[in-house]
């Protein structure tokens, strides 16, 4: 893999578990040459069907994979007001500067219907999944310094191809995002910034495996029934469209909401 990442630092959050697409990028930002600093949370990890790896070794993994990447992080709490500021200030002591910004952390479970909803629920996604987005990617773009590279992503979902029923307060979160998209989009590329979103649609970060499943298992085979290529979605394939945005070979994409999705089926 070609180092073009050489020299610039990626602050990726939600890097916690092998299965998930935080993980997938921030191995793929290394091996192209990216210093990083990560988030996890390992709290939110713990009481999920899933459940949650040992950081530690993650992170070993991780610097084994890509020897020279210089990897630094903390545990990070993106439900409270302060931390996303917090995480950047952490990242600029360590690295002098952030040059790319994943905002990959997203509250999973606790969700459901429209009628089951509180105003907990709907604050608890909020909060974690657009409200620490946009703060991060504020804080991140008031230190960048207008070099060459800048780039932010922030990770949607598909709700705004086909209805996501049980999902209201996840998908109302991501929808802001989608919605909110173009105009944050507009204000960073005047700092050196680009600004893209990706739906990775349906990836088995755990869920749809049956012995981690938090859904029916009726709903693992509709869900692989959609794909055409006869798979769910893996990790490493919304981390390749990520690495390549992040990239000098993205740097005409700007504003854009890119559905990374393998061709997946909503009409069926």
């Not at 979605?233 to 990520?242: K, V």
């Amino acid at each position: 893999m070609e180092q073009t990442l050489r020299g610039r630092v990626a602050l990726i959050t939600g890097v916690s578990r092998r299965q998930g697409i935080g993980y997938a990028v921030a191995r793929r930002l290394a091996l192209m040459g990216a210093d990083l600093f990560l988030t996890h949370f390992r709290p939110h990890d713990v009481p999920q069907p899933w459940g949650a790896d040992d950081v530690p070794e993650l992170l070993a993994e991780l610097r084994k994979e890509a020897p020279e990447a210089s990897i630094a992080e903390m545990s990070a709490d993106l439900g409270e007001a302060g931390t996303s500021q917090a995480v950047v200030d952490a990242a600029v002591a360590r690295f002098g500067h952030v040059d790319v910004l994943v905002c990959n952390q997203a509250r999973s479970g606790g969700d459901g219907p429209l009628l089951e909803l509180d105003a907990e629920r709907l604050d608890g996604h909020w909060r974690v999944n657009t409200r620490a987005t946009l703060l991060l990617t504020s804080a991140f773009a008031r230190q960048h310094d207008g070099r060459p590279g800048g780039r932010a992503i922030w990770m949607t979902s598909g709700q705004q191809l086909g209805p996501m029923r049980g999902e209201v307060a996840y998908a109302t979160s991501k929808a802001a995002l989608a919605g909110v998209l173009a105009t944050v989009s507009d204000e960073l590329i005047d700092r050196g910034i680009l600004l893209n979103a990706v739906n990775p649609g349906p990836v088995n970060t755990g869920y749809l495996r049956p012995e981690t499943a938090d859904r029916d298992l009726r709903v693992l085979d509709e869900v692989l029934a959609a794909f055409p290529q006869g798979r769910y979605g893996e990790p490493d394939d919304p981390a390749r469209l990520i690495a390549w945005l992040v990239s000098d070979e993205g740097r005409w994409v700007a504003g854009q909401v890119i559905d990374s999705e393998g061709g997946f089926r909503r009409s069926r």
